[in-house]
């Protein structure tokens, strides 16, 4: 079951993240580097939740 879990979760971010860069690709933005910075924006955040996750998940006490 976990490891049919993991399946979904890896296929659902493919979908998304292929989504948001056909999005990406077909958009018209006057600066070039504005778009390149849109479209690492959602990996940063990413990263940002990740570590958040870790630092939190630290610190609870551990469950018996």
Avoid: D
Avoid at 17 to 28: K, P, R, V
Avoid at 57 to 62: A, F, G, R
């Amino acid at each position: 079951m976990k490891k049919q879990t993991k399946v979904l979760g890896l296929i659902l971010l493919f979908l998304l993240g292929s989504s948001y860069f056909s999005a990406f690709s077909n958009l018209e933005v006057p600066l070039p580097w504005l778009k390149g910075f849109a479209v690492l924006l959602p990996v940063q955040v990413g990263v940002l939740i990740y570590f958040a996750y870790r630092a939190y998940s630290s610190k609870l006490p551990p469950q018996h």
